[in-house]
């Protein structure tokens, strides 16, 4: 059976001020009015039911996350004693999936992605699910077509074709780290690159057995936590085995050595909703190309970024280029070069004492 692992633990402090330690950005309806957590599960439509749903999370974010999915079972929603980065967090969920489900196939998913037209989101899904059930010992990736020379994604490069239903798909030569710009302008040029989208397909056991090979000792920590689902231990063990591991991404730990790999061109358009400048690619600019969330009055402002509470008007004065975003402790005002260093805020904040602006 399939079953839908939805990672939601991130902290996303380029949202910051919107995004919070106690409502990061995945909480938050960024790209509509449904939270970026709930158009991740409502893009799986019929292909999962709710009680095969996993959400793995912060712990802080656990009753969050259950008041956001009413309709899925308590129980899936686990939350992290601590951040170990992406491969404990899958191998946790496909520990708990292949006590259930020895023969189950998962897939993982970011919380924080947008992808718009679900049908083509399944009819991939439905293909690369195809394509383990022919051979069960494969990974299936999700390559996104780049459209510029991005440096803040890792790339994909493909190999052969592969026979698949309805979509396009390449065996994978190599996952390559983000590139700087000038490798990123050779990656596009030459064709064959994909930004990888984080997405993955594969059977339980499959990657249990490769983080068995590769990570031996943190396999033996999720299967101690594995061991202990149901009972009322459960809780104990998942604090002291997970604690105990040591932090590391997937890509680090299975896909850049693991030789079975198919990448699917994906079908379906994809945005990984990054920063606050995600916002101008996902909703129709004014005139002036100024990007507005609320109410904003604007004299000789263009090219901004604007996102406001209710009942409060932002206005701004020969404006160009920039980011406002405004809430009701706290306003960030930058230019939108400097992007990148709104992540800075929470690590100062932090240091000044300002938790309860963190």
């Known amino acids: 059976m399939l079953h839908a692992v939805i990672m939601a ?22 790209a509509g009015e449904r939270t970026m957590l709930q158009g991740t599960v409502d893009r799986l439509g019929e292909l999962v039911p709710p009680d095969r749903q996993l959400v793995i999370t912060n712990r802080i974010l656990v009753d969050a996350v259950r008041e956001q999915l009413p309709a899925m079972p308590i129980d899936n929603v686990v939350g992290e004693p601590c951040k170990r980065d992406t491969a404990p967090c899958v191998g946790l969920a496909a520990a708990l999936i292949h006590r259930q489900d020895p023969s189950g196939t998962m897939l993982v998913m970011p919380s924080d992605h947008v992808i718009t037209a679900a049908n083509l989101f399944q009819k991939a899904i439905a293909a690369g699910q195809a394509l383990i059930d022919a051979d069960p010992t494969r990974i299936v990736t999700f390559g996104i077509p780049p459209t510029y020379p991005a440096e803040s994604f890792g790339y994909i490069q493909r190999s052969d074709a592969v026979d698949a239903q309805e979509v396009s798909a390449y065996q994978v030569e190599k996952f390559r780290e983000k590139p700087d710009r000038e490798t ?42 594995a061991d202990a689902m149901g009972s009322e231990s459960f809780d104990a063990t998942l604090e002291r085995e997970f604690t105990a591991i040591k932090g590391k991404s997937i890509d680090y730990a299975v896909m850049e050595s693991y030789e079975n790999v198919v990448m699917i061109e994906a079908p379906f358009p994809w945005d990984d909703v990054g920063s606050w400048q995600a916002l101008s690619r996902l909703q129709e600019n004014d005139a002036d190309g100024n990007t507005v969330v609320g109410s904003h009055l604007g004299i000789d402002t263009k090219g ?31 230019p939108k070069h400097a992007e990148e260093r709104v992540r ?15």
């Open 9 to 30: 633990g991130g902290s996303g402090t380029r949202f910051w001020p919107a995004s919070r330690k106690q409502v990061p950005k995945q909480l938050l309806a960024l």
């Open 344 to 358: 800075e805020v929470a690590k100062e904040l932090e240091r000044r004492g300002l938790k309860d602006l963190m």
């Open 304 to 334: 901004t970024i604007i996102h406001g509470q209710a009942g409060h008007t932002i206005v701004t004065i020969d404006v160009e280029d920039m980011i406002v975003v405004q809430t009701p402790d706290a306003t960030l005002v930058a």
């Open 184 to 225: 990123a302008e050779a990656f596009v040029a030459a064709g064959t690159f994909y930004w990888n989208s984080g997405i993955f397909l594969w059977r339980a056991s499959t990657i249990l057995d490769a983080l068995k090979q590769n990570e031996p000792e943190m396999h033996a920590h999720l299967m101690a936590i």
